[in-house]
């Protein structure tokens, strides 16, 4: 009366092979790959009537697509290889599903001609297909198979078709036209839109609507983590998906959202929508709209996943969960997290996204949950028979929303969509105890709950290429890559380096200053956006220098761009601070001056009038002594008169003094205004220095900056070195003579630090870094002894790495 009917994928990947003693029960039937033929004849099947009205006698225009998108896909399989440094390079016929659902999901209505359906099924290819690429070599292949394809199967040229999308005017669609073509989902991107309404939880506090929350080190919220106060975004439930016309206006539609998320959370994302960023949140928020849509992100920390994830969520009306990642965060607190995110797609029946980043992975244990997730919808064995039953009578009295996305695949299973066979392990069925109560439970979750999960569940993973995890993730966990549409983060174009530098600067006076310190020249924010983003994009070549050399990998980031901008803006209001306390000082010491010498002018003429009016009273009273008292008299009004006379030399001696002083305090009260000036490249130079330059040895540092001292120059940014004659090499920067004095330098020898530049640089480095903790690599202990030496005068502590050498 038991039959098994048992699925699985081939041994490998993560999978373990059957034992032979298992294999005997059953008949084993193998299923190739399809065939060209039958992939074609389905997805031109399910093309079906909505391109129907294109087709011609000359042109079955369902079967060019079709044929188009297998002829990418194919291509893709024999020249896209996976290799160690791109694990994400697997393609399957889930790749051909998403492109061939792309063109289902936009409206029959907008694909009135053939070009509007030929720019559709370019956009999907690009999503599908070029977004994971990442170098030029392979970008550049795709686009030539793409304009091969264009040309064999639609008898058209894709240069001609994409002709409104060449922005840099070449004539053909290249890599720089890519970011104008977005299809996006469309609703009303307006704030009134935008409602308050409760939060979904947080911490053990519980996710909302009478469910129980988790435990502690769960922060499920709407949208944005830490923002427990937060109101929830209205859940959009229907989407149309249509191509964006007006670059322009979709982003002011996202400053919008923007500004309202920033409205509705007391944790803000100081977001600049550069055209990088916008682009980005478009691709982020059509695969999340989609029915079982999930994105992994790849690229370096500091990219702006996470921001352009809570933000493109934002924007479709999902909420966003993610956990509070602790030192005691156990694996029974990521369950309770799993649940928590669970009951909210089930019991609320809210659209809700889980984003999960790599640092946040403690334990690859927590990957087979999200294996279920991704190729299921759910995690087998997370509930008990008593929560199924619980979780299943709640599901009946909340309502089912409707689906965002309609398409014909979202109705039922994709070609490739799996069934779980590759998500890896710990996904087996359950048992139960009591057979008749477990039995019931487990269906009525299975008909309730799990199809709610799987409708309003959306994985977003955003994780670092860098290393050997990943590569090692995507092996174990082969999900991770098949159920996700993949999004690879290339490095800021200069566009977004200048948006984003620009928009820190906001603000900051940046205008040259006269001797008196007031604004009377141009304004220096362009010149210093310029230089920033120069430094920035020359950084590659160093950090690829320092890798051939020492062997060292140097990993240069978008943030740390912005914490360039915040340590430039940091110390210049610090240093212009201290130039106008001692200008401050300057002239109330000049005033003082200027009041002593008046004061000795009064009082030399008192003296004057003193001494004549003390021979007057000496005469006279002589006239009245006796001889006896004479002598007397003589000496006390001799010494009178002596002791006004010493007072008398001391003032003039010091009011001569003064005005020596007052010279050299003139002089240098002059200086302030140019010096003013000149610390608007000296600061960007040294700020430079602050965040890119600590790993690298000294010849390396000087060497960059020299190249971007005569940089400086060349923009005719105000720094120190301007002052040179035309044609003469500059002088040499000093980071010591702009960030400390000379006392504080002859102080850091004395604390046991050696003399030389490297040493010295290196201890202004870590006295003037603020934005981040300075990380030292002390394998003599120099730096510890330092440390300890200045802690001992101002309670500092200096940590010891132990291990493979000291560190402080």
Request: aromatic share 6%; with cysteine.
């Amino acid at each position: 009366d038991l039959t098994f009917i048992c699925a699985m994928a081939p041994p490998g990947g993560g999978r373990n092979p059957i034992t032979p003693r298992a294999m005997r029960h059953f008949g084993v039937v193998g299923f190739t790959d399809l065939e060209r033929a039958s992939l074609q004849r389905i997805y031109s099947t399910l093309l079906g009537s909505h391109l129907a009205h294109l087709d011609t006698p000359d042109l079955d225009f369902r079967t060019a697509v079709t044929a188009a998108t297998v002829d990418i896909y194919e291509a893709a399989l024999r020249k896209l290889l996976p290799t160690p440094s791109k694990p994400h390079y697997v393609f399957s016929a889930r790749d051909i599903s998403r492109v061939v659902e792309g063109v289902l999901l936009v409206p029959k209505s907008d694909l009135e001609q053939r070009t509007d359906v030929l720019v559709l099924w370019t956009h999907e290819v690009l999503r599908v297909f070029y977004d994971r690429l990442t170098d030029v070599d392979d970008r550049t292949w795709l686009l030539a198979a793409m304009h091969s394809v264009c040309r064999q199967r639609f008898q058209s040229s894709l240069d001609e078709v994409m002709a409104e999308f060449d922005d840099n005017g070449s004539g053909t669609f290249d890599d720089e036209d890519i970011g104008s073509l977005l299809y996006a989902p469309h609703k009303d991107f307006t704030s009134s839109s935008v409602t308050t309404g409760g939060s979904c939880g947080s911490g053990g506090s519980g996710g909302g609507g009478g469910i129980n929350g988790s435990a502690s080190g769960s922060t499920p919220y709407s949208v944005a983590a830490g923002s427990r106060e937060a109101a929830s975004h209205t859940v959009a439930q229907s989407y149309s998906y249509r191509r964006v016309r007006s670059v322009a206006a979709f982003k002011t539609d996202l400053a919008l959202h923007l500004a309202e998320y920033n409205r509705l959370h007391a944790k803000p994302m100081p977001i600049v929508l550069f055209a990088y960023a916008c682009e980005h949140i478009c691709k982020v928020s059509r695969v999340l709209a989609a029915p079982r849509g999930h994105i992994l992100l790849l690229g370096v920390g500091g990219s702006g996943r996470q921001s352009i994830a809570r933000l493109a969520a934002f924007t479709i009306g999902m909420s966003l969960f993610t956990i509070s990642v602790s030192k005691s965060y156990s694996r029974n607190n990521w369950r309770d997290d799993v649940q928590a995110f669970l009951r909210i797609a089930a019991v609320q029946c809210k659209p809700v996204v889980f984003l999960l980043t790599d640092m946040q992975i403690q334990e690859d244990a927590y990957l087979e949950d999200i294996s279920s997730l991704l190729s299921v919808g759910h995690v087998a064995n997370l509930f008990s028979t008593d929560e199924q039953l619980a979780l299943s009578k709640a599901a009946l009295t909340t309502p089912s929303s409707s689906p965002r996305f309609t398409s014909t695949l979202s109705s039922g299973a994709t070609i490739g969509a799996g069934t779980g066979a590759d998500a890896g392990a710990g996904t087996g069925a359950g048992t139960g105890a009591d057979a008749g109560a477990a039995a019931s439970a487990r269906r009525s979750f299975e008909t309730t709950v799990v199809p709610r999960c799987v409708a309003n569940t959306h994985v977003c993973l955003a994780m670092s290429p860098v290393g050997d995890g990943f590569r090692g993730r995507a092996r174990v966990f082969p999900s991770l890559i098949n159920h996700c549409t993949v999004n690879w983060f290339r490095p800021w174009p200069p566009e977004a380096l200048d948006a984003v530098a620009t928009s820190s600067l906001q603000g900051v006076d940046m205008r040259e200053r006269d001797e008196e310190m007031r604004d009377v020249g141009m304004e220096h924010s362009h010149l210093v956006v310029d230089v920033a983003r120069s430094i920035y994009l020359s950084l590659p070549s160093l950090c690829e220098l320092i890798l051939q050399r020492e062997g060292i990998a140097v990993y240069v980031t978008p943030a740390s761009f912005l914490t360039l901008m915040q340590t430039y803006k940091r110390l210049l209001r610090e240093r212009r601070a201290d130039l106008q306390k001692k200008r401050k000082g300057l002239k109330n010491g000049l005033r003082k001056i200027e009041n002593a010498d008046a004061t000795i002018i009064e009082l030399t003429s008192e003296l004057d009038e003193q001494r004549c009016q003390i021979e007057e009273q000496k005469s006279a009273q002589l006239d009245r002594t006796t001889e006896e008292l004479m002598d007397e008299v003589t000496q006390i009004w001799t010494a009178r008169y002596a002791k006004c006379e010493a007072a008398l030399v001391r003032a003039r001696q010091l009011t001569d003094n003064l005005r020596e002083e007052r010279g050299r305090w003139a002089r240098d009260l002059k200086l302030l205004g140019p010096q003013a000036n000149r610390l608007i490249g000296d600061l960007l130079l040294a700020a430079s220095i602050l965040t890119y330059l600590g790993p690298f040895p000294f010849d390396l540092r000087a060497q960059a900056v020299e190249q971007w001292q005569r940089l400086c120059l060349l923009k005719q940014l105000p720094m120190t070195s301007s002052s040179t004659a035309v044609g003469a090499d500059p002088l040499p920067f000093s980071l010591q003579h702009v960030l400390a004095d000379t006392s504080s330098s002859s102080s850091a020898s004395l604390e046991s630090l050696p003399a030389d530049v490297h040493s010295l640089d290196n201890a202004v480095i870590v006295i003037n870094t603020q934005e981040r903790w300075p990380l030292m690599i002390d394998p003599q202990g120099v730096a510890t002894k330092w440390i300890r030496s200045k802690g001992q005068h101002s309670a500092g502590a200096g940590a010891d790495g132990g291990g493979g050498g000291d560190g402080g």
